[in-house]
Every structure is written in structure tokens, then in C-alpha cells.
């Protein structure tokens, strides 16, 4: 009798659950937090009620995984927006121009999707879980780990063995700490943190936005010595709209309702603030903060056996760069990829470890590299000077912003589909070095290629005393 423990039952603990069931005959899950029984925010989930996208790269892992489940988030209405036909980008370099293209991310309340992904996975009769049951620590040595320790209510703490222990408990992971206790040398951690804050907040859409409605991204901008201000706009399932207001040091987005629209209305440009006049609020204006891009090194550590981390415990990344849901099922499918080949045989969890580490790489190197450039940053990362790597960021978004190949090819990697290094061929080199041949793309001309915005946008604005609670 073979048997599993993850710690944590968000995302990656209930993929990573799904990934083990099919290789031991038990999995347990211990989850501190209580499930609620519909789509629904829970304590553990805080960031759940900001936007949450899962790009195309993610959402073909999930449905690896646990196949059937993008129909399913499909069915309860959730979005697919490819970014070049249905997302009007202001980027850091101007107006993206529409294109054809089908690299896509999927647009729906955080609550639906870890909803369904728990139906899905869940009623999978070799996964047990724990609810209101908090791990407190590992059991074992510094060469292999043989269980957890856990709390349940005022019960003494107890402990549970197990062949393989996982850690799922997120960006506030306590397993540096746990390792140590067994004598694992110290676990190298990086951090960079431009102090970006969310504010979000739900919308019922106005009766005459059309179902395709598009989604708007305002992204930050580096690097011009003012704090990074942004805005993301997007449809979600049961007529909702929800706009999650984006901030860096000394300009985070504030929670109060002027101040909330204010600041949507001095992003890059005023159209989300203009969308959020004409829908009906629904609930509080909520904040996020404390998100730093963290990578915790476990793969180059003397690793007991019986032993793994992945998601967020492993590495955060701003959430500007919409991939950690997408790193969650990687890690998991890493797992099951070399569950599939090598069993749970000694070295399983370094060689995930390692897997993880290749995927996060690249992505991990560009939200740092542009996170560097807002005014105020905190890092234990030594830096290089980084002009070469920033102007040609500049050049590769100003490029883009007109060509379509190049765009495409940006689209690729925003969706973990191609990772950056992957995506150049020599046409696209060639209009890199070309660099941009025509004029920006006007707000107007912008706004003109996505005609439901024009259409909503000629209507008069609604009466916001109006809030559904
Ligand atoms: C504001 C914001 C916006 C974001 N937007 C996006 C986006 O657009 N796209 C995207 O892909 N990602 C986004 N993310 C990132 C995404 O939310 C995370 O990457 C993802 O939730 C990580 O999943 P996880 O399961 O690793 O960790 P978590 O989601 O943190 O889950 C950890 C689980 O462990 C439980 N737990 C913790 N400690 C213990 C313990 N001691 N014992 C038992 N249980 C424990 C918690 O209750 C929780 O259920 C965003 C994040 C934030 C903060």
C-alpha cells in the first residue's frame, strides 16, 4: 500500500493530487481552509477576488490533467479571449494593432475555476482531503521525508506518514523553515519586489454590452522614473465584468470608491474608468499587496527523498504576468510526466524540481528584468546594468505594437505557449532590426478596431449610487 500527502489544497495541491492518484493508491490532502460548496471566495484564496487569466499553455495543461475541464469553465461561462482579436492592449510602447490570431487566454472568476477543477478532480476516490487541517511540519531526516505534522481544531497535533509529501501551501510556504528543522542546509530564496498592489472590483455589465464584449489591458510602464499604473478590464461568466486596478511603489491603486476611479481614469488612458461608469458595481472595492516576485531555489538543495514543492511555493511572479495558475498545472503535469517514467522511485521529487525549474526560468528572467525599471525596487538579486536587455524590450514591444509576426510571436510567449528563446525566426530578427516603420496607432484608431467598445462607449454612463451587494 502506496500513499501520498499534499500539503495544501489550492490549485497546484489539487492537480498535483490528480497527478499522484494515478501512482499510489492513496493521497491525502490536507487543506487549512474549508471549501464553500458553489463557486464562491474562501480565506485561503484572498488573491481570488482580483482578475485571473489562465493563458493557453495553462489551460491545455489543465486540460492534460484533468481533460474536459476548459469545456466545463466554457460551459459555466467562462471566456476564451485570444489576445490579438479580442483584448485591446495598451502596452508599455502604444497601441497594439488587432490581428488574427488564436493564442488565448481564458477570462473567468478565479472562484469558477478552482470550482470546477476541484469537481473535476475531487470525486477521483483515491484523493481524501482534509479540510480545517493545518500541517505544522515534516517528519523525517535530511535524506528522506516520511510524513507531515498537522493540526485539526484544539486537537493535539498529530502526525500521518506517507511515501511522498508535496508542498502546495503557497507563496507563505513554512517549508524553508521545515526543512531546515531536519537538517537540510539552507534553502536559497530570491525576491524582487517593485511593490505592486492590486485593487479589484465586480461589475454587472450594462444590458447592452454584447456577449463578446472585449477585454482591455493597460499594463504598466517601466522605466520612466514615475510608478508603474495600470488597469485590467475583463468580461466573466454570468454577465459580470470585473477591473482590477494595478499599481507599483509610491502609486498603488487605492480602495476607496473616488480614489478607485480616479486612478482608473489617469491609467495610460481613461477607457476602463469609462467602461466602469456604465456598469452597475457589485460588492467592496478589494486590495491585494505584498506582490513580490519570489523564487525559492529547491532544485539546487541536497533534497530529502519523498519529498517536492511546486506553484507558488516554489516561485511567484507578479501577477502582471498572469502565469501562476499557468505554473501550477506545469509543475503538476512535470510530476506525473516523471511519475509516469521512474514511479516513486528515490530522486522523484529532485528530478520535478528540476523540470520546474527549466519551465520557470524564462519567464522568471522577464518579470524581473522588467519589474527592475519601477522606481523603488527591493532585490537580493545581483542585477547587471541591464540597458542592452531593456532597450531591446523597448524596441521588440514598439515593433510588435505594428507588426504582426512580431505580435504573434509576443502573444506566444505572454501565453506560456513558446517560451521567449523559442519564438524568433530570421523574418521576425529582420523587423526587429528594422525596428518600427510607421506612426503609432491614435487612442481613436485604437478604439475604432473594436467596435462593441465605440458602441457601449456612445451611451450615456450609469447612475453609480446604484451598488449590488
Ligand atoms: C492579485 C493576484 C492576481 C493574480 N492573477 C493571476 C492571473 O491573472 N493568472 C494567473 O495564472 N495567476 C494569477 N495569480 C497567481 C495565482 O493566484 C497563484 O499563482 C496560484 O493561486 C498559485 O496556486 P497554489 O496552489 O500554488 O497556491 P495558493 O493558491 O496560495 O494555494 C495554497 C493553498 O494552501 C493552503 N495552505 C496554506 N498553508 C497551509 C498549511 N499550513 N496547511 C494546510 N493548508 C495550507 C491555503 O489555504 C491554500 O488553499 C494572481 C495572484 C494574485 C495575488
Given at each position: 500500500?502506496?500513499?501520498?500527502?499534499v500539503?495544501?489544497g489550492?490549485?497546484?495541491?489539487?492537480l498535483?493530487?490528480?497527478a499522484?492518484?494515478?501512482h499510489?493508491?492513496?493521497?491525502t490532502?490536507i487543506?487549512?481552509?474549508?471549501?464553500?460548496?458553489?463557486?464562491a471566495?474562501?480565506?485561503?484564496?484572498?488573491?481570488?477576488?482580483?482578475?485571473?487569466?489562465?493563458t493557453?499553455?495553462g489551460?491545455?495543461?489543465?486540460?492534460?490533467?484533468l481533460?474536459g475541464?476548459?469545456?466545463?469553465?466554457?460551459?459555466?461561462?467562462a471566456h476564451?479571449?485570444?489576445?490579438?482579436?479580442n483584448?485591446?492592449?495598451?502596452?508599455?510602447?502604444?497601441?497594439?494593432?488587432?490581428?488574427?490570431?488564436?493564442?488565448?487566454?481564458i477570462a473567468?472568476?478565479?472562484?469558477?475555476?478552482?470550482?470546477i477543477?476541484?469537481?473535476?478532480?475531487l470525486?477521483?476516490?483515491v484523493i481524501?482531503?482534509?479540510?480545517?487541517?493545518?500541517?505544522?511540519?515534516?517528519?523525517?531526516?535530511?535524506?528522506?521525508?516520511?510524513?507531515?505534522?498537522?493540526?485539526?481544531?484544539?486537537?493535539?497535533e498529530?502526525?500521518?506518514?506517507?511515501d511522498?509529501?508535496?508542498?502546495?501551501?503557497?507563496?507563505?510556504?513554512?517549508?524553508?523553515?521545515?526543512?531546515?528543522?531536519?537538517g537540510?542546509p539552507e534553502l536559497?530564496?530570491e525576491f524582487?519586489?517593485?511593490g505592486?498592489?492590486?485593487?479589484?472590483?465586480?461589475?454587472?455589465?450594462p444590458?447592452e454590452?454584447?456577449?463578446?464584449?472585449?477585454?482591455?489591458?493597460?499594463?504598466?510602464?517601466?522605466?520612466?522614473?514615475?510608478?508603474g499604473?495600470?488597469?485590467?478590464?475583463?468580461p466573466?461568466?454570468d454577465?459580470r465584468?470585473?477591473?482590477?486596478?494595478?499599481?507599483?511603489?509610491?502609486?498603488?491603486?487605492?480602495?476607496?470608491?473616488?480614489?478607485?476611479?480616479?486612478?482608473?481614469?489617469?491609467?495610460g488612458?481613461?477607457?476602463?474608468?469609462?467602461?466602469?461608469?456604465r456598469?452597475?458595481?457589485?460588492?467592496?472595492i478589494?486590495?491585494?499587496?505584498?506582490?513580490?516576485?519570489r523564487?525559492?531555489?529547491?532544485e539546487?538543495l541536497p533534497?530529502?527523498?519523498?519529498?517536492?514543492?511546486?506553484?507558488?511555493a516554489?516561485?511567484?511572479?507578479?501577477p502582471?504576468?498572469a502565469?501562476?495558475?499557468?505554473?501550477?498545472?506545469?509543475?503538476?503535469?512535470?510530476?506525473?510526466?516523471?511519475?509516469k517514467?521512474?514511479g516513486?522511485?528515490p530522486?522523484l521529487?529532485?528530478?520535478?524540481?528540476?523540470?520546474?525549474?527549466a519551465?520557470?526560468a524564462?519567464?522568471w528572467?522577464s518579470?524581473t528584468?522588467t519589474?527592475r525599471?519601477?522606481?523603488?525596487?527591493?532585490?537580493?538579486?545581483?542585477?547587471?546594468?541591464?540597458?542592452?536587455?531593456q532597450?531591446?524590450?523597448v524596441?521588440?514591444s514598439?515593433?510588435?505594437?505594428?507588426?504582426?509576426?512580431?505580435?504573434?510571436?509576443?502573444?506566444?510567449v505572454a501565453?506560456?505557449?513558446t517560451?521567449?528563446?523559442?519564438?524568433m525566426?530570421l523574418?521576425?530578427?529582420?523587423?526587429?532590426?528594422?525596428g518600427?516603420?510607421?506612426?503609432?496607432?491614435?487612442?481613436?484608431?485604437?478604439l475604432?478596431?473594436?467596435p462593441?467598445?465605440?458602441k457601449?462607449?456612445?451611451?450615456?454612463?450609469?447612475?453609480?449610487?446604484?451598488?449590488?451587494h
Amino acid at each position: 500500500m502506496t500513499s501520498a500527502i499534499v500539503i495544501g489544497g489550492g490549485l497546484s495541491g489539487v492537480l498535483a493530487a490528480t497527478a499522484l492518484s494515478h501512482h499510489v493508491d492513496e493521497v491525502t490532502v490536507i487543506e487549512s481552509d474549508k471549501y464553500p460548496e458553489q463557486p464562491a471566495p474562501r480565506r485561503g484564496m484572498p488573491q481570488g477576488r482580483q482578475n485571473h487569466m489562465l493563458t493557453a499553455g495553462g489551460a491545455h495543461a489543465l486540460d492534460q490533467l484533468l481533460p474536459g475541464t476548459t469545456d466545463l469553465l466554457f460551459a459555466a461561462g467562462a471566456h476564451k479571449l485570444a489576445m490579438g482579436r479580442n483584448i485591446l492592449t495598451l502596452s508599455s510602447e502604444g497601441w497594439f494593432r488587432r490581428v488574427d490570431d488564436d493564442a488565448f487566454f481564458i477570462a473567468c472568476s478565479r472562484n469558477l475555476l478552482d470550482h470546477i477543477v476541484r469537481q473535476q478532480a475531487l470525486t477521483n476516490p483515491v484523493i481524501t482531503v482534509l479540510q480545517e487541517t493545518k500541517a505544522t511540519g515534516l517528519v523525517g531526516t535530511a535524506s528522506r521525508v516520511t510524513g507531515i505534522r498537522y493540526e485539526q481544531g484544539t486537537e493535539p497535533e498529530r502526525t500521518l506518514t506517507a511515501d511522498f509529501v508535496v508542498d502546495a501551501t503557497g507563496s507563505r510556504s513554512k517549508t524553508p523553515g521545515w526543512l531546515a528543522e531536519l537538517g537540510v542546509p539552507e534553502l536559497h530564496e530570491e525576491f524582487l519586489d517593485a511593490g505592486l498592489a492590486y485593487a479589484g472590483r465586480l461589475y454587472e455589465a450594462p444590458a447592452e454590452a454584447a456577449a463578446d464584449f472585449p477585454g482591455v489591458l493597460i499594463q504598466t510602464v517601466p522605466n520612466t522614473g514615475k510608478p508603474g499604473a495600470g488597469a485590467a478590464f475583463m468580461p466573466q461568466e454570468d454577465g459580470r465584468w470585473i477591473v482590477s486596478l494595478i499599481g507599483t511603489a509610491g502609486g498603488q491603486p487605492p480602495t476607496g470608491e473616488d480614489g478607485f476611479m480616479e486612478f482608473a481614469r489617469n491609467v495610460g488612458h481613461p477607457i476602463v474608468a469609462e467602461l466602469m461608469a456604465r456598469a452597475t458595481p457589485i460588492g467592496e472595492i478589494k486590495g491585494s499587496r505584498g506582490l513580490a516576485n519570489r523564487r525559492r531555489y529547491f532544485e539546487r538543495l541536497p533534497l530529502p527523498d519523498g519529498f517536492l514543492a511546486l506553484g507558488d511555493a516554489v516561485t511567484v511572479l507578479s501577477p502582471n504576468y498572469a502565469s501562476g495558475m499557468s505554473m501550477a498545472a506545469f509543475g503538476a503535469l512535470a510530476l506525473r510526466n516523471q511519475l509516469k517514467s521512474h514511479g516513486l522511485e528515490p530522486g522523484l521529487g529532485k528530478k520535478v524540481q528540476l523540470d520546474i525549474a527549466a519551465k520557470v526560468a524564462g519567464p522568471w528572467k522577464s518579470a524581473t528584468s522588467t519589474d527592475r525599471w519601477f522606481p523603488g525596487v527591493r532585490t537580493n538579486i545581483k542585477l547587471g546594468k541591464g540597458t542592452v536587455e531593456q532597450k531591446l524590450a523597448v524596441r521588440w514591444s514598439r515593433t510588435a505594437a505594428e507588426h504582426p509576426g512580431l505580435l504573434k510571436a509576443t502573444y506566444q510567449v505572454a501565453t506560456l505557449q513558446t517560451p521567449q528563446n523559442k519564438v524568433m525566426t530570421l523574418p521576425l530578427m529582420g523587423a526587429l532590426l528594422r525596428g518600427p516603420q510607421q506612426a503609432p496607432l491614435t487612442p481613436a484608431e485604437a478604439l475604432a478596431q473594436f467596435p462593441q467598445l465605440g458602441k457601449l462607449l456612445s451611451s450615456a454612463p450609469a447612475d453609480l449610487s446604484k451598488v449590488e451587494h
